[in-house]
DNA sequence: TTTTAGCACTCTCATATAGAGAGTGCTAAT
DNA sequence: ATTAGCACTCTCTATATGAGAGTGCTAAAA
């Protein structure tokens, strides 16, 4: 493929620039008169030719301006996104919000999406972290008036789940917390397929137990995401690539659909080194729904222990070198939360 | 007030009806043709013309037909609306989808939530059961590595929460058993103002957890409501009543802020029986973004012990009747499953 | 060879106009 | 009290028109 000349890579950025700050495709004369160019219009035309043949521009009507294309925005995105850091006004900003906040996860989670989506202005997304590589941590036992009982089992990682049991004859608090003592002892940091290899105990109430054990860890290894939070919606409503479509294939759709969006996640940020940031820009003709929009992700916490996802959706006309650099900073400060209170 | 006649009530109910399954102004020649009125057109309109003066219908301009207004709505619900029972078959397929899905309220809670948002075709509010008086049921302190605490506490109820404290120096597991064990027992079953009034121990640990056990306790019992589940928000972009807005007060502001929807339920179930429905049309004059929409809200689960609120967020133009005994349903399995997975 | 001025051409958008259709309100008759 | 009949009002759609924006192309200039 043919390598852009420097000027052309100009415009586009420059095209890029302005419909981002106008959503109106931009006219040559415009590009001129808004950023002082030394060449003229018809200059300009001639290059906007040039690229519009090459793909990144189009023209929604013969005599409109031009629009960035998927693949415009792609290569914008890819080779001339200027990567400035975030001024250091709006990171102090956001740092207090955490450090105001209170502590733990259940906050920093909602918080973090509020944030992404305030700064942004587009929908944040953001999931608990998850641990890959489930294994045991802590079992309780909590007997209630019946033969019920609620089974609380801690991952390493942190992460809590619970579960109610029914046994067949009602037991004392103390028998249960035996029990539990038993199997705290016998699964130790130990992994699901640990586990699984346990011999038999004599108890068949502890086998039943471990058994409620395997089952909860097995869910648990095969979540893909955490608790998934939301924020910015509204940001959205007003956007044409938001409200232009039918109800069928709305980007918001996408949101709703937990396999759809495990799945996204699933193909972008888990194949990703923590601080990686994926932009997937258009839906790259697998997801329909995000024909007109763009989605930004990245994976943050603690490798191999505790991560989750966190990022953006927005219309795929949006100021890619801010938001990338939000959702960047937003992920180093959520994984060193994270990293601060693993439990290990 | 005038009483309306009979004939008044008819024409206004069907006109409710009329206008819900075509969202157009009503017509008084559709009226007679769609339900075999005896009537001619013209007496037709002179009750239509009674029900404008008196505020339940409205005319977008001279010459359309007529639509609710709010007062209408507001009567239709109060006065006129048929309280059918749920078809069998619907109740069937919920109850089904309820027998299918794993046990536990974190699968419950969305599951409610879906079906709500699939039934009434609006966007669903489901929020998790909360006790309103909290008591210490079960609390159990697990080490990490580090001088970090994961505290996990039980409510009554079965509501869990997690809390991470900081130690001034690393304490064995047994230790923290051991200290977990003594608080486990000194409050049993305590409400928070017990836990309060407890005098200081000896042991300078066992104070500051149970400090932290009261912060704990303190936060749950301000919460309004548990954790939030909506659904079926793409149900009802398309509806003009939700798109319409500018960006500001759509009504789905109100979903994106807590507050505002802890002011909701407060003021609407929280002040209700469990069983009760309530209907907010229009918003009453109190919540802007409501404007055109109608919330159905009730109370589920168990008196005074563990209550959460569900019910939806639809356009005022919606069949009441039906969304109505969905909700009342759908309130009456969640209350079911909570009472029987109560833990106390 | 590259750039530019100039201009014809195309398409959109806003505005105006007209006619059809829907539905009412009113009047006079039943 | 009800109804038939009709004039009136307002919306909606289609059509026409002109202004304006912006391009593409050509031929000249650098």
């Given at each position: 493929?043919?390598?852009l000349?420097?000027r ?5 950025s420059?095209?890029?620039?302005e419909h981002t700050?106008?959503a109106?495709?931009?006219?040559s ?12 219009s ?6 906007m ?6 793909g ?8 409109a ?12 995105v890819?080779?001339?996104?200027q990567?400035?850091?975030?001024p ?5 900003t956001?740092a207090?919000?955490?450090y105001?906040?209170?502590k733990?996860?259940e906050?920093?989670l ?11 202005q587009a ?29 609380v089992?801690?991952l390493?990682g942190?992460?809590i789940?619970?579960h109610?049991l ?7 608090q103390?028998q249960l ?9 016998l699964?130790?940091?130990a992994?699901?397929?640990q ?7 004599q108890?068949?109430?502890?086998n ?6 395997i089952?909860?860890l097995?869910?648990a290894?095969k ?6 939070y ?12 938001f409200?232009?479509?039918r ?9 709703e ?6 799945d ?6 888990l194949t990703?080194?923590i ?8 839906g790259e003709?697998?997801?329909q729904?995000?024909?007109?929009c ?12 505790l ?6 959706l ?9 938001t ?8 180093e ?8 209170n693993?439990?290990?």
């Amino acid at each position: 493929m043919n390598e852009l000349s420097d000027r052309q890579k100009i415009i586009l950025s420059l095209i890029v620039h302005e419909h981002t700050r106008t959503a109106q495709p931009v006219a040559s004369k415009t590009l001129i008169s808004e950023y002082n160019l030394k060449i003229s219009s018809a200059t300009v035309r001639n290059e906007m030719n040039t690229l519009t043949e090459l793909g990144f521009l189009r023209q929604p009507h013969t005599s409109a301006g031009r629009v960035p294309t998927e693949e415009g925005y792609r290569f914008f995105v890819s080779n001339l996104v200027q990567h400035a850091a975030l001024p250091s006004a709006t990171r102090n900003t956001i740092a207090h919000q955490f450090y105001q906040s209170r502590k733990g996860l259940e906050y920093w989670l909602p918080l973090a999406a509020s944030v992404l989506a305030n700064q942004s202005q587009a929908v944040s997304i953001v999931t608990a972290p998850h641990s890959e590589k489930v294994a045991f941590k802590h079992l309780e036992l909590i007997g209630t008036r019946a033969s019920q009982v609620l089974m609380v089992l801690v991952l390493i990682g942190g992460e809590i789940q619970q579960h109610i049991l029914s046994l067949d004859t009602i037991r004392t608090q103390e028998q249960l917390s035996q029990i539990a003592a038993q199997i705290n002892h016998l699964c130790q940091n130990a992994t699901l397929d640990q586990i699984k290899n346990l011999p038999p105990t004599q108890d068949a109430l502890v086998n039943q137990v471990i058994e409620a054990v395997i089952e909860q860890l097995s869910l648990a290894s095969k979540l893909v995401t955490g608790e998934l939070y939301l924020d910015g919606l509204t940001n959205v409503l007003a956007e044409p690539e938001f409200f232009d479509y039918r109800q069928d294939n709305s980007p918001l759709r996408l949101l709703e659909e937990r396999p759809m969006l495990d799945d996204l996640i699933a193909r972008t940020v888990l194949t990703e080194e923590i601080g990686g940031v994926q932009v997937v820009i258009g839906g790259e003709n697998i997801w329909q729904e995000l024909q007109n929009c763009s989605v930004i992700l990245t994976r943050y916490g603690v490798a191999d222990q505790l991560s989750g996802a966190l990022g953006i959706l927005g219309p795929m006309r949006m100021p890619y070198s801010q938001t990338i650099s939000t959702v960047r900073f937003v992920a180093e400060l959520m994984s060193g939360l994270v990293s601060e209170n693993l439990i290990n």
